[in-house]
């Protein structure tokens, strides 16, 4: 379930694919190219992971919290799945060892909130986005 490079191209593929109708559709087009450089450099890194299954991908940073650093935090970078979520937000658990944070987009299907509770997270803020 952890991501090797034999993984970039679905991971790209899901991205892209994520993408479509998605929040960020307005601000950024995709580009295969860096996603695939993303993903390559998450893998190499100590304090990133990327989960991977068939239908879902699940990218991960960890950093400790800026007002405690005794409490990592690991954040969502990207969570797309149309099969396999739970088990991905299993192993990023596992592997963020602390807290964990997860993104919805005002476009998200409304399940995944769902899903996002019954896995014990709760609501905590809210993004906004704009060109600077």
Known sequence: ?????????????LAL????GSAWEAFAEPDAES??????SMIEQDD???????????????????????????????????K???ALLREGRRWAGGLMT???HDKTDPRLEKLYQRA?????????????
């Open 1 to 13: 379930m952890i991501a090797t490079e034999a993984d970039v191209p679905l991971i790209v593929e």
């Open 17 to 20: 694919e994520a993408h479509k």
């Open 35 to 40: 996603i695939a450089q993303t993903v390559r």
């Open 48 to 82: 990133m992971a990327v989960f991977v299954c068939d239908r879902g991908v699940l990218m991960l940073a960890r950093f400790p919290v800026w007002f405690n650093q005794a409490v990592p935090v690991a954040s969502e970078v990207f969570f797309y799945a149309t």
């Open 84 to 86: 396999g979520g739970d």
């Open 102 to 104: 997860l993104s919805r």
């Open 120 to 132: 014990g997270f709760v609501p905590i803020e809210h993004t906004f986005i704009g060109r600077a």
